[in-house]
């Protein structure tokens, strides 16, 4: 443990020093302070106490606390200093004391200070460190007494700043309350022991200082006995008599230590005062007591007291962190902005690129990984597309054509899966067969057998009729293949293409909103940042949607040296007639395959003998429309998203190196330059780790 590791005596110096550099702004330190009401004898214990002769008139006296350190050592020596409240007002270093009697003389001279600065009442402290072979080893605090009134010339506002002051330290936990009271009142409705009663109700750490015993009526002394035994009013640290010098005593220049051997034979002499326990009375009693108080709550507050430090200086850290360094030079302006761009530029780099090292793509919250999220929208690009590639047909409506013997038809030989070409051998009105080879005992219900398919291209016929030219019909045209493309399958890409362009301007702006955001720099800056951004993002929209429409242009007039065309082409003519010809021979021997279920299979792939040459060309045509459509749609897929990361994405990041490189100095002035509320805040944090540092330094060194 800390306090197990050194002395008592070096403790108690420890949180001296503590509150020395400040730290008891921030963190509770473990005090004993002196308080009471005016004309309370407060001055004349502190006095008793530490032997020191405190300014005394019948005006207030006390306009600051006074933080009196005290130790026992061989010889005397001391210091006296101000300790400013505001840490942006330094302290003047400590001034040598070379006789007690000087104390009272520096005193004199601070308050007088504060007074000419206009200070009634003042955070300020005066701090006393005495060494000595009769002072106890001691620190106390002493307050301004609580006033009830002031006189004509005095200011009114006193009161509640001595009030304010006072209630400071008394609700602090780590504080000790001293509450003199003098024993010729009603104590119970002083102000000081109201107060006392409001900050620690259960009374754990209030000790009542009764002062004036001399001055109670012949006979009432039992009632302030009983209070003294702790009866009365209960107190956890109980209470304490003393009686110290009077003001006639100090009119007549008693000495402190006549004062100590008055009260001593005071408390001895007394008929009922010499029968109490003489723990209770006396200050040199009084000195032992408060000693052994103090380095209890000591050694009972020091290890939160180091927790805390720790606590509060990493959060001290981190608001500094957040707020910055003080944009106080062109120079730190322009180191904060590069530093902020670099850090946005990483992210989006790494969220392009699909590289998440960075804790930003940790987030659960938000997806901010962005090249996952393009990637998705392009898969439903890729589908949608396809989709609308897809060039359908219908087939030759059948319903009503009447089948009749040697017909050649499909028959189920496994649900609708598989089918084979076999010869109709009987019928028993429009939809009832039989077939030569597959059960040819059994009637086949139409359920069980259809006509071979023939496609319905009555539509392209019509379009190349109306489309004709000087062609042969044995010649595509490659106008009405044009047509047909580019009005029934081409103008319909343009709706994904845009849903698609749409997506990643959305994804990428709200994902530059949120890399910008996640530096935590000022708003300012923040601002200025993500406008850059927005109009870097709103010029290439416009620069992609010119290239998109170029493609989309492009794509309305059919045209591809791609091999693959060919390769589609051959195998629609012939795939059809290849898989006729395989169910044929499925469940034949391919030697006993009928030539008739051939020769209908021909017949229907191939229209030898029954289609026209308009039936013929619209049926090139129509194949012509798949293949083109299989390779052109793979093309397209390919090339929108190609364009959109070249010509948006990449850009983008890009430009706003660019736009951010080229940033003047007066942009910068404007959006990082300090305001009062961030310059003042900064301040108060760095005063605050100021003093946390040293507190950690000194408690390292402890």
């Known amino acids: 443990m800390l306090v197990a590791k050194s002395s008592q005596h070096e403790t108690r110096h420890l949180i001296d020093q503590l509150r020395a550099v ?112 009769d002072f106890p080893d001691l620190t106390l605090t002493d307050l301004p007494g609580l006033v009830r009134s002031v006189g004509d010339h005095e200011d009114k506002a006193m009161i509640s700043r001595v009030d304010k002051l006072v209630h400071r330290y008394l609700v602090q936990d780590r504080t000790v309350i001293l509450a003199v009271v003098p024993a010729n009142v009603d104590m119970h409705n002083t102000a000081i022991i109201q107060a006392a009663e409001e900050a620690d109700p259960d009374g754990v750490r209030t000790i009542s200082i009764i002062t004036k015993p001399d001055l109670i009526d012949q006979g009432a002394e039992d009632a302030v006995v009983d209070l003294l035994l702790n009866r009365t009013k209960y107190r956890r640290l109980g209470y304490h008599v003393v009686k110290c010098r009077g003001q006639k005593a100090l009119n007549n220049n008693e000495s402190i ?53 720790d606590v509060q200086l990493a959060a001290c850290k981190d608001k500094l962190a957040i707020l910055g360094e003080p944009m106080s030079t062109p120079a730190v302006r322009r180191a904060t902005f590069m530093k902020n761009v ?50 359908h047909a219908a087939t030759v409506d059948t319903s009503t054509r009447e089948v009749v013997v040697g017909d050649f038809v499909e028959v189920s030989i496994d649900g609708d899966v598989e089918w084979e070409v076999n010869q109709v051998t009987d019928v028993d009105g429009p939809t009832i067969v039989k077939t030569a080879k597959l059960c040819p005992s059994e009637w086949l219900h139409s359920s069980k057998w259809r006509f071979l398919p023939e496609l319905d291209l009555s539509d392209l016929k019509h379009l190349m009729t109306s489309n004709r030219g000087d062609e042969l019909p044995i010649f595509l045209s490659y106008s009405t293949f044009a047509n047909v493309v580019r009005q029934r399958y081409v103008s319909k890409w343009r709706s994904p293409m845009l849903q698609l362009f749409e997506t990643y301007q959305t994804l990428l702006r709200k994902f530059a909103t949120r890399v910008i955001h996640s530096t935590k720099c000022k708003p300012k800056l923040e601002q200025h940042l993500k406008q850059v951004a927005y109009t ?68 229907s792939h191939t229209g030898i003998g029954k289609n026209t040459n308009e039936d013929q060309q619209a049926k090139e ?39 951010t490189s080229e940033t003047p100095d007066g942009v910068l002035d404007r959006v990082l330059m300090d305001n009062m509320a961030d310059v003042e805040r900064y301040q108060t944090l760095a005063n605050q780790l100021k003093s946390l540092e040293a507190a950690k330094t000194l408690i390292n060194a402890h």
Request: charged share 20%; glycine share 4%.
């Open 22 to 133: 400040g730290l008891d702004k921030y963190i509770e330190l473990p005090q004993i302070a002196v308080m009471g009401d005016t004309s309370s004898g407060k001055s004349s214990v502190l006095s008793a106490l530490s032997g020191i002769t405190f300014p005394s008139s019948g005006n207030l006296t006390t306009r600051c606390p006074t933080q009196l350190i005290l130790t026992q050592s061989k010889k005397f020596s001391g210091t006296v200093r101000l300790l400013r409240f505001d840490p942006a007002v330094e302290s003047l270093p400590p001034t040598p004391i070379h006789s007690i009697d000087e104390v009272t003389t520096y005193i004199e001279s601070i308050t007088q200070q504060l007074v000419d600065e206009g200070q009634s009442i003042s955070d300020d402290a005066i701090e006393i460190k005495l060494h000595g072979p």
């Open 257 to 309: 230590q006549q004062g100590r051997d008055n009260e001593a034979a005071f408390f001895d002499s007394h008929a009922v005062w010499s029968t109490v326990d003489k723990s209770l009375c006396g200050t040199g009693r009084l000195a032992e007591k408060l000693t052994r108080l103090l380095m209890d709550t000591v050694c009972k507050a020091l290890p939160k007291v180091v927790a805390e430090i």
């Open 342 to 391: 670099r850090l946005v530029l990483d992210r989006l780099e790494g969220g392009v690129s699909g590289n998440y090292n960075d804790t930003l793509f940790e987030d659960t919250e938000q997806n901010n990984r962005l090249r996952a999220q393009l990637r998705t929208a392009e898969s439903e690009f890729q589908a949608a597309i396809e989709e609308l590639s897809v060039v």
């Open 536 to 603: 870097i993002l709103e010029h290439l929209s416009n620069v992609a949607m010119v290239e998109l429409d170029k493609i989309m242009e492009t794509e309305s007039r059919p045209y591809t040296l791609n091999q693959q065309l060919s390769q589609v082409l051959m195998r629609l003519r012939t795939q059809p007639l290849i898989d006729g010809l395989d169910a044929l021979s499925r469940n034949n021997d391919a030697n006993t395959v009928q030539a008739g279920a051939v020769k209908a299979l021909l017949q």
């Open 621 to 659: 045509l129509h194949l012509a429309i798949v293949a083109y459509m299989t390779v052109a749609s793979k093309r397209f897929v390919d090339e929108i998203p190609m364009l959109l990361n070249t010509k948006y994405i990449r850009p983008f990041l890009s430009a706003m190196f660019n736009e």
